[in-house]
């Protein structure tokens, strides 16, 4: 917890950026019959049958002190597809960072290791040589500012039946758009100090003297 903490407190600095990334999944649903529309004095009606379609996988992305998000939809949340995130982050959105501070918790599929599943030995290698990676706590995923975004995002964009990852697709991008031009950043305000305060439960005794 407090390695993450310490990474939450450097100043912004582009060479070195701080992302954070989480996953999440999201139903897909499809309509049975043609939702009513809005009229006057009559609110939008749906109807409550519906027919799945199957779960997407939705992969955050955050740099808070840029106040910039992107967010990957995929079939599944494999270490194969951890590894193809981790890649286009180094050569797509930051290739020209010396290093990449990664918050993240620690999922099986969020090891380096994932990278030598998903390319030749070569490749993994130059891709591990950027992330500098800071694990959240057991149990300390709100640690995570990734997770938050991913919250802010369930609320103003999934909350609705979607029906298929073309669709999903095209609605995160319209969500990425609008909080990226308008560079949400979220202002971290727990430190370190206030951990051992208002934790100070979970710190082992020691006994001096």
Request: proline share 8%; glycine share 4%; with cysteine.
């Amino acid at each position: 917890m407090e390695d993450v903490l310490e990474v939450y407190t450097r100043p912004y600095d582009p060479r070195r950026p701080q992302v954070c990334v989480e996953e999440t999944s999201k139903p897909l649903v499809e309509e049975t019959r043609v939702p009513i529309p809005v009229t006057p004095g009559q609110p939008a009606r749906l109807d409550y049958e519906y027919a799945r379609k199957g779960t997407a996988n939705l992969f955050m992305v955050f740099e808070p002190l840029a106040g910039h998000r992107w967010v990957k939809v995929t079939e599944r949340r494999t270490a194969v597809d951890f590894a193809h995130v981790i890649q286009e982050l180094v050569d797509v959105h930051y290739p020209q960072a010396e290093k990449l501070g990664l918050g993240m918790d620690n999922l099986n599929t969020h090891k380096l290791a994932s990278l030598y599943e998903a390319f030749a030995p070569a490749e993994a290698r130059r891709l591990t040589e950027r992330p500098e990676i800071h694990y959240t706590p057991k149990h300390g995923s709100w640690l995570n500012m990734a997770e938050t975004e991913l919250s802010v995002l369930a609320t103003q964009c999934l909350d609705r039946r979607i029906p298929d990852p073309v669709t999903l697709t095209q609605e995160v991008a319209a969500w990425d758009r609008q909080r990226n031009t308008a560079q949400c950043r979220v202002e971290w305000r727990f430190t370190t100090h206030e951990a051992r305060i208002k934790l100070k439960r979970l710190y082992p005794s020691i006994q001096l003297g």
